[in-house]
């Protein structure tokens, strides 16, 4: 996936924000993107665009947060928070949504600078440059269901089926969920030009 929007900038700052909002100030991510004037004032194809450097983080966060780690000398301090999620912003961009090397590095700089955080960029623009060169070797090493999962669901999951099907539930789990549509009328012919299928359960339905 590689999408390029009107204004770089913007779409990372909004992601930022929403991200920041979920995960340090524990809203539901379905309110946060809700709430967010500025998301939702987007074009449409840019709303989409931060959805999934979104949604895609926290399905990964495990695996982003070991990347990141993996690159710094000591952890980020809790006033510094924000450069965490700028960093989170642009591993996913980096690694796991294939946006273009120079587009994700140089937009994730210039977060910190948007941010207040103008001391962070050689270190920002330092950890994706590392990552850009050693993610490959890093990711064969990581336990992808269990980094990806948090331990006390893990545990539960365990607890409940078995290693092996708490395995595949974790890796569904990291799958974007297709869409479910209905139709007002039977209108067959228009699920291929949508790129889906019917449903077994009703024509009138299709799956994309």
């Given at each position: 996936?590689?999408?390029?929007?009107?204004?770089?900038?913007?779409?990372?700052?909004?992601?930022?924000?929403?991200?920041?909002?979920?995960?340090?100030?524990?809203?539901?991510?379905?309110?946060?993107?809700?709430?967010?004037?500025?998301?939702?004032?987007?074009?449409?194809?840019?709303?989409?665009?931060?959805r999934?450097?979104?949604?895609?983080?926290?399905?990964?966060?495990?695996?982003?947060?070991?990347?990141?780690?993996?690159?710094?000398?000591?952890?980020?301090?809790?006033?510094?928070?924000?450069?965490?999620?700028?960093?989170r912003?642009?591993?996913?961009?980096?690694?796991?949504?294939?946006?273009?090397?120079?587009?994700?590095?140089?937009?994730?700089?210039?977060?910190?600078?948007?941010?207040?955080?103008?001391?962070?960029?050689?270190?920002?623009?330092?950890?994706?440059?590392?990552?850009?060169?050693?993610?490959?070797?890093?990711?064969?090493?990581?336990?992808?269901?269990?980094?990806?999962?948090?331990?006390?669901?893990?545990?539960?999951?365990?607890?409940?089926?078995?290693?092996?099907?708490?395995?595949?539930?974790?890796?569904?789990?990291?799958?974007?969920?297709?869409?479910?549509?209905?139709?007002?009328?039977?209108?067959?012919?228009?699920?291929?030009?949508?790129?889906?299928?019917?449903?077994?359960?009703?024509?009138?339905?299709?799956?994309v």
């Open positions: 996936m590689f999408y390029m929007d009107s204004d770089w900038l913007t779409t990372r700052v909004i992601a930022t924000n929403i991200l920041d909002r979920v995960l340090v100030y524990k809203q539901f991510l379905d309110e946060a993107l809700e709430s967010s004037v500025a998301f939702n004032n987007l074009e449409v194809r840019d709303r989409a665009f931060v999934k450097i979104v949604s895609t983080v926290l399905r990964r966060l495990g695996q982003i947060d070991s990347l990141i780690f993996c690159c710094l000398k000591k952890p980020i301090s809790g006033s510094n928070r924000i450069v965490l999620t700028i960093l912003v642009g591993v996913v961009q980096l690694i796991f949504l294939k946006t273009a090397d120079h587009a994700a590095i140089s937009t994730s700089v210039d977060l910190a600078v948007y941010f207040k955080k103008p001391t962070f960029k050689n270190l920002i623009n330092a950890v994706l440059r590392r990552l850009q060169r050693e993610s490959e070797s890093i990711l064969t090493r990581q336990d992808i269901e269990k980094i990806n999962t948090p331990n006390w669901l893990w545990n539960s999951w365990v607890d409940a089926y078995g290693e092996d099907l708490t395995r595949k539930i974790a890796l569904a789990h990291l799958n974007e969920p297709p869409l479910d549509i209905s139709h007002k009328t039977c209108q067959i012919e228009s699920e291929p030009l949508l790129g889906g299928f019917l449903l077994p359960w009703g024509t009138e339905r299709c799956r």
